[in-house]
């Protein structure tokens, strides 16, 4: 692999191990200054309110301007947040910040998967996605057993988890900025598509098969692992599981997806992009589904290893898929788009979850977040995603 992939791969590595420290310790927090569990959905919906309005308009500048200057401000935002995140002393101020949070995320993400999907056929897609997907998944796995290490017996305080992700996202800043000596990129973004104005753009890619339930099933999947994020420590909390174990459970999650992510193309090779899709989706929902079933670590461990699955594999099929069938000189917009609606996903979904957990329960968020990744798996079913063009 080139230099340059080595390089971005790392720095995502970096990135997601500063997220996945910050982010369940965000809920800490918010418990902490007296968050009910709808106020936790808000929250958690915060993540996703700026990236959902940048999203698409950054992905059409990337088309036109290309993508190291956005993969290198995405880091910075997110090692700035990490570190204000420790002045955020109300609710309000720590929405605030995982609004700033969502939206570097987001700018970094959509420069770093046009770079990835260049140059490469659906299989050598499918490899690097893959690789990416690991790579994220081992940060999302070192994060919050990290962050478990340190505000577990250690005796280290949430807001020194933050400075601790601050310094990562300082990293990942550094290791961003060789980018920019990046020579012209390989694909041209001139002609009919990439020359389209805002609203005829969307209509193309929207019109393009197994585009829209690719981006449905991938949004299901964000907004539930974010559910799972802010709820999982409430769960435990109720059951009094201590902190260093939940965060273990997160941790486990990560590992499992990252585990599915290495035989991701001998599994697509077996059996196909749409037939594993749903596969995955069953088992996110029936880990999901059973959550409220149990309340000691070991049985839970086992259910997120189930939902590490469905994550694991159900986002970058999705991701690859998308990347690969976007109309030409619009894929860093088509992947904006998906992104944007990820983003309405992650606003929408916790913020009306947090509604249902208010009302019914800790317990009733998973399964309604079950019930609804195993509904995604029928549009899958009935759609034309992943049926390869003849």
Same mark, same amino acid.
């Given at each position: 692999?080139?230099?340059?992939?080595?390089?971005?791969?790392?720095?995502?590595?970096?990135?997601?191990?500063?997220?996945?420290?910050?982010?369940?310790?965000?809920?800490?927090?918010?418990?902490?200054?007296?968050?009910?569990?709808?106020?936790?959905?808000?929250?958690?919906?915060?993540?996703?309110?700026?990236?959902?309005?940048?999203?698409?308009?950054?992905?059409?500048?990337?088309?036109?301007?290309?993508?190291?200057?956005?993969?290198?401000?995405?880091?910075?935002?997110?090692?700035?947040?990490?570190?204000?995140?420790?002045?955020?002393?109300?609710?309000?101020?720590?929405?605030?910040?995982?609004?700033?949070?969502?939206?570097?995320?987001?700018?970094?993400?959509?420069?770093?998967?046009?770079?990835?999907?260049?140059?490469?056929?659906?299989?050598?897609?499918?490899?690097?996605?893959?690789?990416?997907?690991?790579?994220?998944?081992?940060?999302?796995?070192?994060?919050?057993?990290?962050?478990?290490?340190?505000?577990?017996?250690?005796?280290?305080?949430?807001?020194?988890?933050?400075?601790?992700?601050?310094?990562?996202?300082?990293?990942?800043? @550094? =290791? +961003?900025? &060789?980018?920019?000596?990046? $020579? !012209?990129?390989?694909?041209?973004?001139?002609? %009919?598509? /990439?020359?389209?104005?805002?609203?005829?753009?969307?209509?193309?890619?929207?019109?393009?098969?197994?585009?829209?339930?690719?981006?449905?099933?991938?949004?299901?999947?964000?907004?539930?692992?974010?559910?799972?994020?802010?709820?999982?420590?409430?769960?435990?909390?109720?059951?009094?599981?201590?902190?260093?174990?939940?965060?273990?459970?997160?941790?486990?999650?990560?590992?499992?997806?990252?585990?599915?992510?290495?035989?991701?193309?001998?599994?697509?090779?077996?059996?196909?992009?749409?037939?594993?899709?749903?596969?995955?989706?069953?088992?996110?929902?029936?880990? @999901? =589904? +059973?959550? &409220?079933?149990?309340?000691? $670590? !070991?049985?839970?461990?086992?259910?997120?290893? %189930?939902? /590490?699955?469905?994550?694991?594999?159900?986002?970058?099929?999705?991701?690859?898929?998308?990347?690969?069938?976007?109309?030409?000189?619009?894929?860093?917009?088509?992947?904006?788009?998906?992104?944007?609606?990820?983003?309405?996903?992650?606003?929408?979904?916790?913020?009306?979850?947090?509604?249902?957990?208010?009302?019914?329960?800790?317990?009733?968020?998973?399964?309604?977040?079950?019930?609804?990744?195993?509904?995604?798996?029928?549009?899958?079913?009935?759609?034309?995603?992943?049926?390869?063009?003849?």
């Amino acid at each position: 692999m080139r230099a340059p992939y080595l390089r971005l791969f790392a720095m995502l590595l970096l990135v997601a191990t500063a997220i996945g420290m910050l982010r369940p310790m965000v809920s800490y927090r918010a418990l902490e200054l007296g968050a009910t569990p709808s106020q936790l959905g808000l929250i958690t919906a915060a993540h996703g309110v700026l990236s959902l309005l940048v999203a698409i308009p950054a992905g059409r500048l990337v088309d036109r301007l290309g993508e190291p200057p956005f993969v290198l401000t995405g880091a910075g935002v997110i090692a700035g947040v990490s570190l204000g995140s420790v002045a955020a002393s109300n609710l309000w101020a720590l929405g605030m910040a995982q609004a700033l949070l969502g939206a570097g995320q987001i700018i970094c993400l959509i420069g770093a998967q046009s770079l990835v999907t260049q140059g490469a056929s659906q299989e050598e897609r499918d490899k690097r996605f893959g690789t990416f997907a690991i790579v994220v998944a081992f940060g999302q796995t070192a994060g919050p057993a990290l962050a478990g290490l340190l505000a577990g017996p250690a005796e280290v305080s949430i807001v020194g988890v933050f400075l601790v992700a601050g310094g990562i996202g300082a990293g990942a800043t @550094l =290791l +961003a900025l &060789p980018l920019l000596l990046r $020579p !012209a990129r390989i694909e041209p973004v001139t002609g %009919a598509a /990439g020359q389209d104005s805002f609203l005829p753009a969307l209509r193309r890619i929207m019109r393009t098969p197994g585009i829209p339930p690719g981006m449905v099933v991938s949004l299901t999947l964000l907004a539930s692992h974010d559910i799972l994020i802010a709820y999982l420590p409430a769960y435990g909390e109720a059951n009094d599981i201590p902190v260093a174990t939940v965060t273990a459970m997160l941790a486990a999650n990560g590992a499992v997806a990252m585990a599915t992510r290495v035989m991701m193309v001998p599994l697509i090779r077996a059996l196909g992009h749409r037939l594993l899709l749903i596969c995955c989706l069953g088992c996110g929902a029936g880990g @999901l =589904l +059973a959550v &409220p079933q149990f309340d000691e $670590p !070991a049985p839970l461990f086992a259910l997120m290893a %189930a939902t /590490g699955i469905g994550i694991g594999l159900g986002n970058p099929l999705t991701l690859s898929w998308i990347a690969g069938h976007s109309p030409l000189g619009l894929r860093a917009t088509t992947l904006g788009m998906r992104m944007s609606a990820n983003r309405l996903g992650q606003v929408a979904i916790p913020a009306a979850i947090g509604v249902i957990g208010g009302a019914a329960g800790i317990g009733a968020v998973f399964v309604v977040t079950g019930l609804m990744v195993g509904a995604s798996a029928t549009v899958v079913g009935g759609s034309a995603f992943g049926r390869e063009a003849s």
